[in-house]
């Protein structure tokens, strides 16, 4: 299974790209500041609204990876 795989199956198992956007936008966060920021200071503010993203690390994920795929999605 590659990295593609994973990262599918990880962003699969947290809803499907749309149901982490919809996540996001629950927690009122404006989802085109998010395109501006880097993955790490978009992992920062998400934790600072309360979404856990440490099942990802323990999936053996990068969690930059799993944001720069739903960065991607919103561009």
């Not at 629950?26 to 880097?38: M, N, V």
């Amino acid at each position: 299974m590659g990295l593609g795989d994973l990262l599918g199956n990880a962003v699969s198992a947290l809803g499907g790209v749309d149901g982490i956007v919809e996540k996001i936008g629950e927690s009122g966060i404006d989802l085109s500041s998010l395109a501006e920021l880097d993955a790490e200071a978009v992992a920062t503010l998400l934790e600072e609204k309360g979404i856990d993203l440490s099942m990802l690390e323990g999936l053996g994920l990068s969690v930059e990876d799993v944001i720069e795929k739903v960065k991607e999605h919103l561009g």
